[in-house]
């Protein structure tokens, strides 16, 4: 035990000593390391944060919420077979409401393109969601002013509104928007609150360029060829998504009039299939990114494991003095692996100390975050590339002959 | 007396090319502890591929060698590493000491590789360096030393494990005659003290230092007699004494 600590620190002694004595190779060999480390974690980073932005902005879609609808996510390949597929109807909806037992909330949804005034400012290009009264318990967002339109006015289509965030700021920038009245469509609505903040989706579109109206009122003024609903519905947990999901999907066969033999003829989406999609095409940028830059580390070991030979030929009269008068292969063998790992682990810490501001100002644009496991797996990495580009010098190394070594000038 | 060295039949055989080059053929001797033995001969008389195989850095192609009782003509490179460790202090023509180590790592490394504990090494190695007359230069690099000096470094090395054998090639190779009279002194007392030297020198006034006198010759043993003018000298003198 003790000798093995002693072993080592001579080990370690000799690394430095070796390395001190060659400056200038020993940076550049190390430079190597540097740069493959460098870009390695960056790349790591870039993919880390990827799926932070990612996650972070498919939240709304929400964990726990199931849409039933016409398409499913992700598309498939038979696009004709879907487009054939029945509308979903408000009166499915209306069914499953009050036979679907495992769901917390379910709710209608159906958007169309407006444009929104209020008074001389107009906002083109406004998702309008017709809607259910219960939408926000579903989404998950709340309300900043005012409230959400009542049941009652869902039920009877009363002209009234909720502004998404962005709209909200835009049409009144200075004043109370609650009770004042918006045209949506060339239609009078009734502010009656304001939706807070949410982001977009997947970063492309927003969520707070909306307006909220009752789905009732929506069939009447936007045109009834939309006829195709989606249904949200909302389990009571995460956990029990899937028995609401089955439950949900028994109920819309049976109401859709499907015989055992038929196939489901309506998609059940969830937000597990946008990770799930997420996921593979996520999964091969990242393979083929680590790839790349792992090649620009591979380089950076076989330049560690050139100098390691350049090394052990140097220093031939030493290793042979040191046989001589004792030193087992092992200790021979042990001195070159810790040379080298020295010189790898050096790059990997002076590469993540580069990566890391570098992280910063990519986080400019791209959203980036270089987690601690990164960084150990980094320093892990170098590590290991020490010990394999190092092997196969210090291995020679420690085969040497004595009486060969000696005689070495 | 024990014996501390017994080579029966020694031979080692270099393949060179197509044709078997016998270095050593056929050696067979016993030293005892506490002798002082030079081993001479000309070049290529096989002399230096002896101090190699009697050192452990080289296994015979065949015959024995016992080194204090133990069979070490077979080992493997492990074992071997350990003998030359604990049982036999080197001495070199070139020194060969580590030149980015200090004087006291140098005859520290020894110990190191022995699994000596720190406190313990420290003190066996200042010990050593003491006994050469150099404990003022203990934190001093080779190369700030003088050829003489180095050589003495290399003396504490070799003395510090407390071996069985001193070897020396050639040890005052390197030096000038009045250097080398200071280490052949050294060497002097060091086997007054009981220490067991072997050396192999081409210079018959080193050789004279010895009490016993091998001749190498192709490969065998020519000679082997005690010495019968033995040469004793103190430090920095050059007084031959009958």
Sequence with gaps: MNYAFDEFKEGMLIAFQAIRANKMRSVLTTLGIVIGIVSVTLMGTAIEGLNRAFNKSIAAIGADVLYIQKWPWGGGDD????????????????????????????????????????????????????????????????????????????????????????????????????????????????????????????????????????????????????????????????????????????????????????????????????????????????????????????????????????????????????????????TILMQFLLEASVLCLLGGIIGILIAFPLSLIIDQVLPTAMPVSTVLIAIVISLLVGLVSGFLPAYRASRLDPVDALRYE | MSIIIRLAGITKVYQVGDESVHALDGINLSVEKNEYVAIMGPSGSGKSTLMNIVGCLDTPTSGLYELNGTNVSEMNDNQLAKVRNKEIGFVFQTFNLLARSDILHNVELPLIYGGISSSERKHMAREAIARVGLSDRIHHKPNELSGGQRQRVAIARALVTKPSILLADEPTGNLDSKTGNDIMALFDTLHKEGNTIVLVTHEEDIAEHAHREIRLRDGKVERDEPVKNRRIVQASSNVGVA
């Design chain 1, 79 to 330: 696009w004709w077979k879907f487009r054939n597929r029945r509308d979903i109807r408000m009166q499915q909806e209306k069914t499953l409401e009050r036979l679907a037992e495992t769901a917390s909330a379910v709710s209608p949804t159906i958007g169309a393109s407006r444009t929104v005034k209020y008074g001389q400012k107009y906002i083109e290009g406004v998702i309008v969601v017709g809607t259910g009264y219960n939408f926000l318990e579903i989404s998950g967002a709340n309300i900043s002013f005012g409230r959400f339109f009542t049941r009652t006015e869902g039920d009877g289509g009363r002209p009234v509104c909720a502004l998404g965030s962005e709209v909200a700021a835009n049409l009144f920038p200075n004043e109370n928007p609650i009770g004042k009245t918006v045209k949506v469509g060339g239609y009078a609505y009734d502010v009656v609150g304001v939706v807070e903040k949410q982001g977009s989706l997947l970063g492309l579109e927003s969520l707070d360029n909306r307006v909220y109206l009752p789905i009732t009122r929506f069939f009447q003024e936007f045109s009834s060829r939309w006829g195709g609903i989606s249904i949200n519905v909302k389990a009571r947990s995460v956990d029990q998504l899937e028995d609401t999901k089955e439950e949900v999907r028994g109920i819309m066969r049976k109401i859709r009039g499907l015989s055992p033999r038929q196939e489901d003829d309506f998609a059940i989406n969830q937000q597990e299939m946008l990770v799930q999609t997420f996921n593979q095409i996520g999964g091969v940028i990242a393979a083929v990114g680590l790839f790349i830059t792992g090649l620009s580390l591979f380089v950076g070991g076989i330049g560690i494991m050139n100098i390691m030979f350049v090394s052990v030929t140097e220093r031939t009269k030493e290793i042979g003095i040191r046989k001589a008068i004792g030193a087992p292969r092992r």
